[in-house]
């Protein structure tokens, strides 16, 4: 069981960092496909994720499963990244749907700072030091991709920002 965990980690793992690469290539390119790519990824993260979860298991089990607060989180960090995903891939220009993916890392940052966990205490320390780095990072690229998508909001070009400019259009 811990095996097939630590894959379900590092599979989610490569794929949530080829997400944030393609974002970088996005945001630094004129090229539409990697928007196209990462949100697909994405949609692919959550699925993954929740077949992790549940499939493997009889649905007499699924109760079981969503009681468990860690494997609860784990739920919701899926559906919310996969659902984001799906709102990146409809979100083209100035629409609401660009706000999905700032709202979701907010989420993600928050469970993965306050992560359930299981284990001895070395080991509970080891994942709580991480959880809570994974969690920090979520926050900023939530808050870099929320400043990003007010400024397509305001008009400014898509996928690029510079933080006075686009800071100064907000508040003026």
Do not use: C, K
Not at 63 to 70: E, F, R, Y
Not at 99 to 106: E, G, Q
Not at 119 to 136: D, K, L, P, Q, S
């Amino acid at each position: 069981m811990r095996r097939l965990s630590n894959l379900g980690h590092v599979v989610e793992g490569t794929l949530l960092a080829a997400v944030g690469l393609l974002a970088l290539l996005a945001t630094l390119g004129s090229a539409e496909w990697p928007n196209t790519v990462y949100a697909g990824l994405m949609v692919a993260a959550g699925v993954v994720l929740l077949i992790a979860l549940y499939p493997r298991h009889p649905v007499s089990d699924w109760g079981t499963i969503w009681s468990d607060p860690q494997q609860r989180e784990n739920t919701i960090m899926a559906a919310a990244v996969g659902l984001a995903g799906v709102a990146e891939l409809l979100a083209r220009g100035r629409s609401p749907f660009g706000f999905a993916w700032p709202a979701a890392l907010a989420l993600i940052g928050t469970l993965f700072l306050t992560h359930a966990q299981h284990g001895t205490g070395e080991a509970m320390g080891r994942a709580v030091r991480r959880h809570r780095w994974i969690g920090a990072t979520a926050m900023a690229a939530g808050v870099l991709r929320l400043l990003s998508v007010i400024q397509i909001q305001l008009g400014g070009v898509s996928g690029r920002w510079w933080l006075p400019g686009a800071t100064a259009r907000w508040w003026v």
